[in-house]
């Protein structure tokens, strides 16, 4: 198998958090390439030492910068898209302490790494009833599948990913017809887009990168539905209480595929957008997460009545 390398710069002060952040979304296993390291080892006035070795020395000059590895494969990507999304979200909140957003990706050209799905991104059925499909591809005969149509950008979320994955299998046991529908983090729009599909009425997605919110808004256009059916706003539900205004109550279903830290952050919030007989289902828990994040949705009067599995990754139906 191939991999990727990924080196995401930063300052010294933000390697520890920025090492939990990325371990959020699964990643295990990095290199950490620091001078602060160097300094800490000359300032050791205990250690015996006659000569450094050209490793160590390097780190005298080294940018502070964490290096890890994906699979060059559908989920190496998906990863990769989801880690492009958090660094900017981090990086951007706190300029001062993480410094300017810089990820680095091998010798794959920042505008060509999307390109590298097409040789993995085929058509594929999710659950009982849909199938997701890239725009250069067609399907010919989906079996009765209803087809969502949605191609790899800077926005997480096709398909290939457990998380994404899961919700949408989970929306099948959910959506009867009719329902009014909440994405949050929404990312691509796919999980909306899966929604309408399978009998939702409307959508409101919301993100905190204009990116995603832009993006989401077209692939929801491409699949079909026309603008009164959705809408997409900008901005963080958690501290905007104008946000959380504009997006209103009353929603039969809400979607949350983001990290642990948020869902536990939003598990306050999520009561006040949701109908009294309302759906909520969270995704992208690691395992390692999972009972806390199920302890402060309870805490919240969130009781579980589905869940789902895979290769570490969790996602839960809940009702009040």
Known sequence: MDFLKIDVYTKSQAVDVLVMQLSELGINGFEIHDSADFDEFLENKDA??????????????????????????????????????????????????????????????????????????????????????????????????????????????????????????????VVKGGEKMLDLGCGSGILSIAGLLLGAESATMADIFENAVNTAAENVAKNGFDSSRYRAFRGNVIDDAELRGKIGTGYNIITANIVADVIIAMSPIFGSFLAADGTLIVSGIIDERLDEVLTALKANSFRVTAQKNAEGWNAIVLNR
């Open 48 to 173: 015996n030492w006659d000569y450094v070795d050209d490793e160590l020395m390097g780190l005298k000059t080294v940018p502070t910068h964490i290096t890890l590895y994906l699979a060059d494969d559908p989920q190496g990507l998906e990863t990769l898209a989801e880690l492009k999304g958090a660094v900017n979200s981090l990086f951007s909140a706190q300029p001062d302490f993480y410094g300017d957003p810089d990820i680095h990706i091998g010798n794959v050209r920042e505008e060509d790494w999307a390109n590298n799905w097409k040789q993995y991104y085929k058509p594929f059925t999710v659950g009982e009833k849909l199938i997701v499909k890239p725009s250069w591809e067609d399907v010919p005969d989906a079996g009765g599948r209803k087809i969502l149509e949605i191609d790899p950008a800077s926005s997480f979320g096709t398909g290939q990913h457990h998380t994404t994955k899961m919700v949408m299998e989970l929306l099948e046991s």
